[in-house]
Structures are given as structure tokens and as C-alpha cells.
């Protein structure tokens, strides 16, 4: 039995030692860092009634919800949620420019469809539909990280007409796929750090999965974008360029 509790301490030790150290290769990291962008919504309204969300953010509200509001700042709190009979996910984008980074933020996720937080290139539309270069997609049982640029949202190869083996070989080399069980109505500390070709995200300051794929490398990301089908708070956001 001596011997059982002391593998386990030693198990126990050496997992809380790795994450120490994965935790310690990020803080690192910002020590070197150059923040670009921060914000912690803790502001309010002039008018109630539309979106005037400050710090430069912008919505496809007047476009996609015929200029209803969908995101509001309410107690120092980012609320993103999309109306009824819209079509369209809400994109509340900013400008953030580096090729790596890292990006940290507090997410609660309200419902089991969770977010979408994208990474563009507005300047890359002739390689990739939209500028969409990577993806991060949490919902309460798994995480997906995606390379876009190299994936389906690929110009020079149509995804949608290639045979069904070719799509998922493509799936396969471009997208990560981390089983999770987190809960609605929490509060949950995101960071993501792209490097090359690495795409790393960390929860509660634990490495729960990364992507390693040849589009993350992409030489620009200028925007990044909260993509909502359902709704999502959002608090205290900083992006740091590692370039």
C-alpha cells in the first residue's frame, strides 16, 4: 500500500511540476511580450438602446440584425448574444496585429453551443475565404482548434468538392479535436498562444491541447472576432505580439 501511495504521490507531483512549467513557458513569454491590446469593459452606454461598445470593437449588427442590438456592455461585462430570426452568428471584431501572440480573456459560456474566437488576415481574402487564417471553438465538452487558411476555408482547394476522403484527410492535418467538460454559467480564465506553426490553449492557466499545423503560421493575423450563434460573457481581454 506504501508503495501504491507513493506512485501516486510522485504521479501527482510530477503533473502539478509540468503545469508549473507550462505555466512558467508562459509567463515567460509575456516578459518578452509587447501588449497591443487590452480592455476591460468596464464602461457603459451613452444610449441603452444601441451598440456602442468603445474601444474601437465593432458588430455585423446593422448588417445581420437590421441594426438590433445583440451586444451589450452591462456591469463591466462584454454580453454577446444573438437575437431570434437572425441568421447569422454576431461577429464583434477588433484590430490586433502580430503574427504570434497570445491572447488571454475570461469567457462564461451560457449556453451549450458556446464561441467561436477567430483569427483574420483582411488582407489574405485571395488565400482564404473571409481572411480566416485559425479558430478556436469551445463548448462545455470539447475544445476544436482549427487551421482555416489550410482547411476548408482554402481558396485554391474548394473544399466542398472534394471526395469525402480528401475532406477528412484535410479535417485531419488542420484541425484538433480536445475533449473538455466544463461548466455553463462559469467563469473560465482562456489564454491562446500562437507561435509558428503552434496554436496553444490554456485554461486556468492549464495547457488542455494544442495544433501544430503549417496555416497557424500564417505571417499576419490583423482582427481577431467573437463568432456567437447563441450567446457568451466576456471579460478582461489582453493581446500581447511576441514578433
Not at 441594426?67 to 462584454?78: A, E, S, Y
Not at 441568421?87 to 480573456?105: E, P, Q
Not at 480566416?132 to 476544436?144: G, R, T
Amino acid at each position: 500500500m506504501k508503495y501504491i501511495l507513493s506512485l501516486l504521490l510522485i504521479s501527482f507531483t510530477s503533473l502539478s511540476y509540468a503545469a508549473d512549467e507550462k505555466l512558467k513557458s508562459v509567463e515567460q513569454l509575456l516578459k518578452q511580450a509587447k501588449l497591443v491590446f487590452s480592455d476591460d469593459f468596464n464602461r457603459n452606454e451613452q444610449d441603452e438602446t444601441q451598440e456602442q461598445i468603445g474601444n474601437h470593437w465593432l458588430t455585423n449588427s446593422e448588417k445581420r440584425a437590421q441594426g438590433r442590438k445583440q451586444v451589450d456592455l452591462d456591469n463591466g461585462v462584454l454580453h454577446i448574444t444573438k437575437l431570434k430570426g437572425v441568421k447569422a452568428a454576431v461577429n464583434v471584431n477588433n484590430k490586433m496585429s502580430f503574427k504570434n501572440g497570445i491572447v488571454k480573456l475570461k469567457f462564461n459560456m451560457t449556453h451549450q453551443q458556446g464561441a467561436k474566437f477567430n483569427f483574420y488576415d483582411t488582407n489574405a481574402t485571395e488565400q482564404s475565404f473571409s481572411g480566416h487564417i485559425c479558430q478556436l471553438k469551445v463548448e462545455p465538452k470539447a475544445f476544436q482548434i482549427v487551421d482555416q487558411i489550410k482547411g476548408r476555408f482554402r481558396r485554391d482547394i474548394l473544399f466542398k468538392e472534394l471526395t469525402t476522403e480528401a475532406q477528412n484527410e484535410v479535417t485531419a492535418k488542420t484541425t484538433t479535436t480536445i475533449p473538455v467538460n466544463y461548466e455553463l454559467n462559469k467563469w473560465y480564465e482562456l489564454t491562446m498562444v500562437i507561435i509558428d506553426d503552434v496554436f496553444e490553449v490554456y485554461i486556468d492557466d492549464v495547457k488542455i491541447g494544442k495544433l501544430k499545423s503549417e496555416g497557424v503560421a500564417h505571417n499576419l493575423k490583423d482582427t481577431f472576432a467573437f463568432s456567437i450563434t447563441h450567446s457568451v460573457k466576456i471579460d478582461d481581454m489582453q493581446v500581447w505580439s511576441l514578433d
